[in-house]
Each structure stands twice: as C-alpha cells, then as structure tokens.
C-alpha cells in the first residue's frame, strides 16, 4: 500500500501520471488498472448484456455495482474491445476498473461524474468557460458548500475523470476536483455459533464469563424512558424483515426505503441479507412480551436497505432520505471494502447536512461502527502474512466514514469489560458498546471473510449477543432470533438506541450535545492486558478521559439519559438576570494567555442559580479551554480539551451538567462577568461567536 501524499493546489503532475493518480479527500492516491476488465453504463441492461455479442468478452455477473455491468476481456485486446464499445450508441460510458495500488481488495468503480469546488470568489462565467473546456455538463450544486458542483462528462469529453481531475486541480481557482468512484460495501460482521439466550449486554447480574458492569444498564434507563416513537432510529443496511414479530406495533415502522430493488420495501430478497435485521433488533425490538427487546423499544425504526455499493450519490441519497424523512438517529453497521478510503468532498458535505440540519437544524445523531479488523481507524500498519500477500509493507488504514467530524464512532467491548479482539481503534473512537468477542477479520472482494493477521493463539472469552434474525430457516440461526451476533456491527446499533433513548428524554438536544452525554457519561472501563495481535496496550485513559480502545468509555444508558433529564431543567427560581455579548473574537492560536469576552451584570444581587451557553467554532476544538470568571476572580472550567476533532461547540452549562458551578453560588452577581478560551495547540483556529450568561436570584 502507498501512502497518499497530500495534494497541493498548484502542484503539477506529469502526464504520464493522470491516469494512475485518485483525487481523494483532500490527497492522493495511487490507483492501478485491472487488466482484465472494464465496467459499462448502458441504456438499459438488456443493452449492456447484448455487449457480449457484439465483443469478445464475458459478463462478470453480481460484481458491479447495480448501475454498471463488469465484462471480462483478454488482457491484451482490452484495449481494442474498450474502444468499440466505446462507439456504441447504446453505451453511455465504458470505463477501466482500478484498485488502488497493492490492494487488491479495493476495487473501483469510476462513474461519469466529478465534483469541482471552485474558489467562492470565482464567478459563474469562469466556471462556465472551465466547464466548455472539458466539455462537462453542470448537474447539480452540492448543497452545504460554496462554489460546488457535479459535472457529468459529455460525448464531447476526450479524458477520463481521474485525468480530467488531475488537470483540474492543478488550476489555483479550483479548490478540490474529485472523481465519484464506486466502492462495494462491506458489513462489519460475521455471525458465530451460539452462546447463551440472555442479552447480556442490556442488564445482567453475574455468570460465566459476566463482569460486573459489562453491560449498558438499560433498565435503570428504562426507568426514565423505554423511547418515543417520535424518535425515529434509521438503520442503513442490507436489508430489514419487516414481518419480523418484534418489529410490529403502531408507527414502529417509518419512512421504508429499498434504495437496491428501487421501491419502498426493504425486505431480503437475497441469500446472506440477515445483517440489517440483526442490527434492527439490537437498536429498536419491540417490547411486546415476544423475542427480544431492543435498547430503545419504544422508538420507531426507519428501515434503509443500501444497494451494497458506495459512491458520491449513493451517500447523498442514503443520508438524504433519513434527513427529510425526520431520522433522529443513525445507525450504519458498514464502511468501504478498501483498506484507505478517504471520504469525497460530497460524502463529507452529506453526512455534515445530516448531522447540521437534520432534525430541525438541531441534527442528526450519526454512528458509525468502527470495524473488526483490529487496525487503526487512521493510522499505518506494517503489514505482512495476509492469504495470498493481498496486503503487505506499510499499509494506512483508513475508514473514511469513522474519522469523519460528526460522525459517532463505536468500537467494541466484551461480557468481560475488555477491548474485543477484533474492534478497530484509534484517536477518532468515541465511545464503545459491549457486544461479542473473536478472532480479528474483514472481508475482501475477491479474497472472502479473512482473518487479519498475525494469527491470534490464545483464548478469546466473551458471550454473544441475542437479537432478532431473518424469520425461519433464512437467517443466521434457525428461528426469528440468533444467539451470536457481535462484532462493532452490534456495538453500534446498541450506542445508536442509547442515543435514542437520550433524545427521547429530552428531545431539545442538538446531536452535539447527545454526543457529549454519551461520551461524559461513559463509565471508563479499563483493560491492561496486551493486544493479543501486537502486544501494545492501548486500554487506559490520558489526562482527557480518553483511551484509544475505548474512546471515552462503555455507553451507560442510566447515566445517560439521567443527563438528558438533568438538562431539561431551566432556571427555576423566582427570578432571573441575563447578559449576552454577541462580539465575535478570533481565539489566539497557540496562545496560553487566551482570549477573553465579557458581559457586564449591574443587578446587585445574590446569585442562587447559573447557566452559561456558549457558540464557538474551531477547526478542532480538542485544542480548547474554556472557562468563566466571576467578578470577584473566581474560575470555574466549563468544558477542556475534550472535544476532539469536532468543529462547532455549541452547549449550555449548568449546575446539572457542570457542578463546578457551584462555587459560584451565593456570591454577588454585579460586575464583569469573563468567557475565557485558550488554543493551546498550534495551526488549527477558532472564534468566539456569542455567549450568554444566566443568573437565578
């Protein structure tokens, strides 16, 4: 695997290079032809089946993605056979398939289209002139960023999109050029034999191979909320069985959508279709005194089936449809086949709107599973051992997806209060959920379920989890329910009902805020044991709560949504005093002095409660501090480095939510009242954008 290098503006790439080079994510990645296929977008597919009479090649069937078909050639007249086809009328496009550079699991597929984002000053005759040139046709604007849009290619267009690209991006108007490429997409688990028929994971007291603690204290949730069916959780995966008994009641189904058959029935059609089911059980089972129940019962379910193939439109259309259909939570139990997958412009524009403007701008909780391959979420492994040297030397790891800003991202725990073996980890973890343990694997196309090496020798302990399956013989199991599911593929749609039970109890929170309550009410598990793979230990938490392993801990649904209760609660004296300074300040960079805004109280009276809200973006917000200082010099912390690579803060603070307050009762409220923020770390920015004081008395 070749690391990409990172792509500058004016730099320039020879023409031998165009071809070989993948615009992606702000870098580059080295791609490589297939030199026994190629991939055609025809008029119908009857037209492009009729290909094989015409040509000398043979259909690949079930290989491409739904909106192409792959054909199989003699290497040496695919050349030739790619022109003709080419010339016919019937074919829309005919493109080369690529895999990137020594990964042979990472398939592409490149479509017609490309995304330009041009400079926001540039003007629209500019970008007209630049569009005539290489003959594109405007399509659409990418929603959420300036100066952004889809091309098509034309018949006029006399280079591909990864040459195109390249050209472009060279030009210093253009901001970023990327093709919409086509990865197929892979599930996060594979399902185990049986273990027990108790689900462990939501409440236990004890038993073989059970902590104390190891699970996520659902009941004691339950006590608050067993969910609102106006918080609908969207689970996007292979399929859902509808028909399943635990997923019947009034309005428990929401918004179905079938995006591969095209229709609005997302049931299995096909052999091996039993993940999304699974996931749908864990998140949202009905409590209906049959089966199972999920961690958020009383929820709806917003089925969503994929067509198992990821591209620029695909994501726009999947996170799209849960967003205007009024998803509250998303669950996504998948990432990209490809070992480095960098995000397009689009992906991250769709998944940000979700998370930004969903729910009424308060937006969408978005989680994704972190993955079973033991590997870094963004990181580099020297790899070796793997089943025909498919990977090796050093490899980045990628996800794409997991490391994306608003993104939730889950990794895996066991019934022992350990990291499962296979969960994937790393700086972008959040939080983690208990679900099963087992060897480390993935899925590559073409390779099949692998285990990553190198091979683990000792014994992995910990029990499955019990969720719903495919109805009768179809399913993992026999029955309506399997008795071992796991992987982070489980860990996920577990987070994504705790999530859902936190908005239930309060459903005012933006999806920032259900964010910062899972993570500072996760409990801080704790495993100091060696990787069973490569030995390090990853397992304990820094001076900022977090660990690499388990993000900021196991999701704890009691705490949870005892936090979402708490802030519900408003000023509740007899009356109230508030300032608000809407200066907006840029925060010093690297500063240990900081920055300070200020709001002046002249009411001289005795303050009995307190809350502080504050707006404040910065390209990584993990570099700030923020403190209040009271008239007299009194500080309290109201939020440190914590944050990670979130980009906008925009929270309350209260007695409920930061006792530290406290320290301010009693005192006299009249004076200058200070919002301290200090960037301790260089190169990344912020600003002040407002902040509120309330004062009880």
Known sequence: ?????????NASIPDENRGKILQRGGGELLVEKLDDRFAVNATSKQEAWDIVNKAPVQINPGAAPPQLTEFIVDPAQKDQVLNQVRADEQVNYAS????????????LYVTNQITIQFDPTLKGEV??????????????????????????????????????????????EILTAEPNIIVRQQGYYRPKDPLYTKQWHLNHTGGQDLVSGSHVFAEQAW???????SIVVAIMDDAVDLNHPDFQGLGKIVAPRDFKGKDFDPDPDDAGEDHGTSCAGVAVAEENGF?????????????IRTTGFLDDQTIEDLFGWAVDRGASVISCSWGPSAVNYPLSLRQRAAINRAATQGRDGKGCVILFAAGNANRPTNGAINESGWRNNAISGNTTWLGGFTVH??????????????KSAYS?????????APSNNAPPGMG???IGYVATPPEVRVALRGLGIVTADRRGNDGYDTGDFTYGFGGTSSACPLAAGVAALVLSANPDLTAQEVRQILQQTADKIVDPDPDPQFGFRKGTYDANGRCDWFGYGKVNAAKATQAAIARRVTLSVARSISGENSNMLMIPDNNPSGIVSEIQINDSVTIKDIQVSVNITHDFLGDIEVSLISPSGRVTLLQGRSLGRQTALNRSYSLQTTPTLRRMLGQSAQGRWQLKVVDAIANDTGMINSWKLAIGV
């Open 424 to 432: 994937n980890w790393g700086a972008e973890v959040a939080i983690c």
């Open 291 to 303: 089966g199972v129940v999920g961690a958020a019962p009383g929820c709806a379910l917003m089925p």
């Open 405 to 418: 800003p608003d993104v939730i991202t889950v990794s895996a725990s066991t019934s022992l209060n350990k």
């Open 127 to 172: 970008i007209q002139s630049i569009a005539q040139e290489f003959a594109l046709e405007q399509i659409k604007q990418v929603i959420g960023i300036p100066n952004t849009f889809v091309f098509q290619l034309t018949a006029n267009s006399t280079e591909n999109p990864l040459k195109i690209t390249n050209r472009l991006i060279t030009r210093s």
């Open 223 to 229: 006590d608050i909320t067993k969910g609102s069916r």
């Open 96 to 107: 080369h398939v690529y895999q990137i550079k020594d990964n042979p699991g990472s398939k």
């Open 444 to 446: 590559l196309p073409g």
């Open 1 to 9: 695997m070749t690391n990409p290098s990172q792509s500058q503006g």
